[in-house]
């Protein structure tokens, strides 16, 4: 592993003494270092990608290159007289074609989108008499050239073949690095060279930040160059953009070893330094930031640790310092596939060599082996880190920020509910509190959308978008789909706990304010009616804990012949609903509570248009012929009131109930029209 | 004039125990051997022979009233002076309580004359009072059946007298009215949120004591929570209520011994103490001795030490299985958890009941007089009481309209089950 935050390509050049601070001896040492990294197999989590871009490995003949900004890996035979292969990450179909031999190239890349090609064969500044320390393309079109006396910024013009200079500033420099997910360019400036000017591009512009002085670890003894750019990368976390800055370990300060000093580089405002990862040893390093992690790999060990800067550290007023998340473990074995038809070769893969010290890193999560021909993507393993990661509270803190966490996170939430890793309920508490805080906020950006979309403000802010929703937001149908209804149908757990688990649930949702969805509560009533605990359901419908619907009401309706004063609480919630005026009708009526129903009904003023047969049925139904009597008078009175005659019209179809009338209490006993 | 007079020497006596007694037919049923039948007796200094005869006389009207309604005999019996009332709480064993009715004291001619009031007492209230000494009884001792199995006539009537002594002082029926008729449970209003605050509180409790078997939570003497079944929670709330927390109201007022503990270590101040159990867990020779309660009588027949436990005003009440004897270890260890939880916890609930009654305007005197009960949980509210102490019934309104209140319920009760033995009336003075 040459480079700490390589930029430089990983052409046969390679190899130059280690920089000054940096410690020495690595290369001798590689076959120790394996097996004090190796013995940990499990539990890794980190590896490496498993299709990886395979290229003709670097040799005198062949140099390889490697673009940042495109992702993308030049394998130039000789000079490019006989061929250039170019293979990325994303596009997986080789580009080939060939040059003209104008001599050694020294940097070669393709503008954004792959149009237009610029390649770098002399050291030598044509116009002036300064040294090209590179280019890069900041668009399709724009090109920026670094010389050791400035920065030139031009535009491309294809059509003419010509450039334009768009703007240039001259200024001493040492080395520069550029960082394309946020279009800087870092420019190392001064003696020392750890006075770092960042310049900022966008459509055409060229905008100059504010400098900033990067703290030596000691001061140098003389006025040479002390920082190197192997030292420092330049990478995005959690949407801002830091300047990451290897600080080695000296002995003149009595820090415990070497440190990783990130200094947030704002767009706006100065940049400053805010946190400290702790990596309490020595040696060489080479950083990665994958899924917002830094990644500290360490050669020696052949080991790597992941520092997450939004897990608490211990803040010091100003900065803030981070242990790694996890204890020290290598990259997951790689298996390289053997070249050749599948038929032909049937021997073992080979296992690759990690850790090699051809390895060369590059931000933000690419690793190539120069000498294997092989460039990968680093990526991190949540499964591991739920073993790793005793406490589930910094767990799960850890995995919400993490982009594929639904399925480990909703896992770890099963793991913790059953036998024999069953946690505590404060345990339990805090996780489902960390998810519902993730989850509220989701609902909340969401809320806030809809809101301005439907009140037309939209239009004068086209920056709004949708909120997305990443796989942190679990919500309540993620929870029941996959833990709780899972979890109580095994019902291996005691009761008591399986109904605390769900009341928590609820508490936690209540907490955040996000409205609990009814087939929670069904879950609940369900484990309660199975142990016959109905008295506490009444307890918790009496405190409203289990909020009033339809479907709840209808549930307790269901539960009446197990636990008969189910029946009035269900009533009770359908009349608090104000909206199931007709559902508490036909259950009154179906319990031939003729008379509650009418009164009921009257109540609301709806008896004038309710159908006079069902009720008259109903009192028939329940066989008591005095019932049957007041409910056929009602209706004739309000018929009578109605159309000024007590008689029933056909449209009613109530002619049977009015024979029955007639047979119980004879013809007599019906109403007489009213005459005046 | 005179009536002016007279009026002014008018003196108002209340209802009193006259006697109370449980007897079992079945324990002397040969001649001669009447006085086995007797387990309790009180008051303890009346002669044997009348013991034996009252008894009897009791056998007699159940007998008698039985031949109307086998199923229901009497419930009581209305003389000039006083009123009895039977309850068959077992099989065969009958308890009997003896009122004298209330008494007008005048004056006439310079001599007091007495004139009792046959119609005052209300028997549903009476009836009930019965009830629940059986009620307290069994939930402090089990059932009586459970004591014969035990050890015989001696153990039960053992029992009995050492319970019933100290019971029938307390039992204060000048100021039983309608809500002991209900028993009922009051509830504490409380907001969803605090609900389940408590209930996410008492679970964790539960889970740290693994060896507690039932919980029940109070606030400010009303329920918030019990997992014990209705019945069960109806004595024990009318126990703690009426009996421990009152008892404990006094030393709390008086400002004596002050539950701050700074000595605490980890400095985990907090207002926690034990209502039942040790009184200094600092003391290494504390008794670690708990109340011992029978639950689900019915069914599995549970014993259980009651651990009740006050931060403020909210107190807890841990259940845990009589077979496993509570050490000091284990006080110390509930104290240091439960402690520093219930005092956060009883702040919250004080908080969050002073905002809702701000918004709601309960401060204000109450609109309206009413006594609500809901037979399906027992819930109680009552607008007339002001306070229900154990000795005095502050009821807002004229006891007249009480009694009222008292003929409608039972006119209502009656109504359901339009059975008239249960009330049997003697016109001949007795």
């Known amino acids: 592993m040459a480079a700490a935050a390589g930029r430089q390509p990983p052409g046969p050049a390679e190899g130059e003494a280690p920089a000054a601070g940096r410690e020495a001896g690595a290369g001798g040492e590689e076959g120790e270092g394996r097996a004090k990294g190796g013995v940990e197999a499990g539990g890794c989590y980190l590896a490496l990608c498993a299709r990886p871009v395979h290229f003709e490995k670097a040799n005198p003949v062949n140099c390889v290159f490697f673009d940042e900004a495109n992702k993308q890996v030049f394998a130039v035979r000789s000079g490019g007289a006989t061929g250039v292969v170019v293979k990325g990450l994303e596009d997986r179909n ?22 237009i090609l610029a390649v770098q064969r002399t050291l030598k500044s044509v116009t002036k008499n300064a040294n090209i320390l590179g280019f890069c393309w900041t668009s399709s079109t724009e090109i920026v050239f670094i010389t050791d006396q400035g920065i030139e910024f031009y535009q491309v013009l294809p059509e003419k073949r010509t450039l334009k200079l768009l703007k240039n500033q001259s200024i001493n420099v040492n080395w520069y690095m550029y960082c394309p997910e946020s279009s800087v360019i870092l420019l190392s400036t001064t003696v020392l060279g750890n006075v770092l000017q960042p310049f900022y591009f966008k459509s055409g512009t060229m905008s100059k930040l504010s400098k900033f002085e990067i703290e030596l670890p000691a001061a140098p003894k003389s006025s040479k160059l002390s920082l190197s750019e192997r030292d420092i990368a330049m990478a995005t976390i959690y949407g801002q953009l830091y300047v990451l800055y290897l600080r080695h370990h000296s002995r003149t300060s009595n820090s415990t070893g070497a440190e990783v000093v990130l200094y947030h580089l704002p767009r706006e405002g100065s940049c400053k330094k805010t946190h400290i990862l702790k990596l309490n040893r020595t040696g060489k390093f080479a950083l990665n930031v994958v899924d917002n992690l830094v990644v500290v790999h360490h050669q020696d060990t052949e080991t790597s640790v992941i520092f997450d800067i939004k897990l608490k550290g211990e803040f010091d007023g100003s900065t803030t310092i981070h242990q790694f998340v996890l204890p020290p473990r290598s990259i997951q074995p790689y298996q390289i596939p053997v070249a050749g038809p599948p038929s032909v070769t049937s021997q073992a893969p080979v296992p690759c060599k990690l850790y090699s010290s051809s390895w060369i890193v590059f931000q933000p999560d690419i690793i190539i082996s120069a000498s294997e021909g092989y460039l990968w993507s680093l990526q991190v393993k949540l499964e591991p880190v739920v073993n790793l990661l005793v406490d589930k509270g910094k767990l799960m803190d850890f995995l919400l920020q993490r982009k594929e966490c639904k399925m480990v996170i909703l896992s770890v939430c099963s793991q913790m509910l ?8 404060s345990v339990i508490a805090t996780v489902f509190d960390k998810l519902n805080n993730e989850y509220k906020k989701y ?9 301005v979309v439907e009140t037309g403000l939209s ?9 997305v929703r990443t796989q942190a937001v679990i919500d309540q149908s993620d929870m029941y789909t996959h833990v709780l209804s899972v ?5 291996e757990a005691p009761h008591k706990f399986t109904i605390a688990v769900l009341m928590e649930y609820i508490r936690s949702l209540n907490q955040f304010q996000i409205a609990v969805q009814h087939y929670l509560y069904e879950l609940v009533i369900k484990t309660l009616v199975q142990h016959n605990l109905f008295y506490m359901l009444h307890q918790f419908l009496q405190y409203h804990v289990l909020s009033d619907s339809k479907p709840l009401a209808c549930l307790l309706l269901s539960l009446e012949s197990i636990y008969p004063p189910a029946h009035q609480l269900s009533l009770d919630m359908l009349k608090r609903l104000s909206t199931a005026n007709d559902e508490i009708v036909e259950v009154l009526l179906s319990k031939h509570q003729v008379l509650a129903a009418l009164r009921f009904i009257r109540g609301i003023g709806g008896h004038d248009s309710i159908s006079a047969r069902k009720f008259l049925d109903a009192a028939k139904q329940a066989e008591d012929e005095m019932l049957f009597y007041t409910i056929f008078r009602f209706f004739e009175q309000r018929n009578q009131r109605l159309r000024g005659n007590p008689s029933f019209t056909p449209g009613e179809h109530c002619e049977e109930h009015v024979t029955f009338f007639k047979q119980v209490f004879g013809e007599q006993a019906l109403m007489k029209p009213t005459t005046f | 004039m005179a009536a002016a007079g007279a009026a002014g020497q008018e003196k108002q006596l209340a209802p009193t125990l006259l006697s109370f007694f449980i007897y079992n037919p079945k324990l002397g049923p040969k001649e001669g051997e009447e006085e086995k039948k007797i387990l309790f007796y009180h008051p303890n200094e009346v002669e044997k022979n009348e013991k034996i005869r009252n008894v009897g006389l009791c056998e007699a009207i159940v007998q008698f009233t039985r031949t109307f309604s086998p199923t229901k005999p009497a419930k009581s019996l209305h003389t000039q002076k006083n009123r009895q009332f039977f309850h068959e709480p077992e099989e065969n064993f009958w308890m009997v309580m003896v009122v004298r009715n209330p008494i007008i004291e005048k004056h006439k001619d310079g001599k007091p004359v007495y004139e009792y009031q046959e119609e005052e007492l209300l028997d549903k209230v009476y009836s009930s ?18 004591a014969m199995e035990d050890g015989g006539v001696k153990v039960l009537k053992e029992r009995l007298e050492k319970f019933f002594h100290r019971y029938l002082q307390t039992l204060h029926l000048q100021s039983c009215d309608l809500l002991d008729v209900f028993c009922g449970i009051s509830f504490f209003p409380l907001d969803k949120m605090t609900y389940l605050k408590i209930q996410s509180f008492i679970n964790r409790m539960e889970e740290s004591l693994n060896i507690v078997k039932y919980t029940a939570f109070l606030y400010n003497d009303q329920l918030i929570w019990s997992g014990l079944e209705q019945d069960d929670m109806r004595i024990l709330y009318k126990y703690l209520t009426t009996s421990l927390f009152p008892r404990h109201m006094e030393p709390e007022l008086a400002g004596r011994d002050s539950p701050i503990r700074a000595e605490m270590p980890g400095n985990l101040q907090h207002y926690g103490r034990f209502l039942t159990g040790p009184l200094n867990l600092n003391d290494p020779d504390t008794k670690c001795r708990f109340p011992k309660i029978f639950v689900n009588t019915d069914d599995t027949y549970e014993e259980l030490h009651l651990i009740v436990y006050k931060a403020m005003s909210a107190a807890v009440c841990f259940m845990i299985d009589a077979s496993i004897p509570p050490t000091l270890e284990f006080c110390r260890k509930l104290d240091s958890i439960v402690g520093p939880q219930l005092t956060v916890l009883a702040s919250d609930i004080c908080e969050q009941y002073n905002i809702n009654k701000r918004i709601s305007g309960a401060e204000k005197e109450p609109q309206f007089k009413f006594i609500y009960f809901n037979h399906m949980n027992l819930a109680e509210k009552s607008t007339i009481h002001m306070r229900k102490t154990p000795s005095v019934s502050l009821a807002s309104v004229h006891p007249d309209l009480m009694k009222i209140l008292g003929d409608i319920n039972s006119d209502f009760s009656r109504g359901e089950t339009m059975d008239e033995m249960q009330t ?4 001949q003075p007795c």
């Open chain 1, 94 to 115: 080789p580009i080939s074609f060939r040059m003209e031999d104008k001599g050694e190239v020294k940097c070669i890349k393709f503008s954004l989108g792959n149009k």
């Open chain 2, 129 to 146: 009072v019965l009830q629940q000494c059986y009620s307290m009884y069994k939930l402090f001792n089990g059932t009586f059946l459970r």
């Open chain 2, 424 to 427: 049997l009336q003697l016109l």
């Open chain 1, 443 to 451: 609902l909340e950006a969401e809320q806030s959308y809809t809101m």
């Open chain 1, 459 to 467: 239009r004068s802010n086209p920056l709004l978008k949708r909120p």
């Open chain 1, 487 to 491: 979890f109580t149908e095994k019902k």
């Open chain 1, 418 to 425: 059953s036998e024999p890793e069953r946690g505590s309920l």
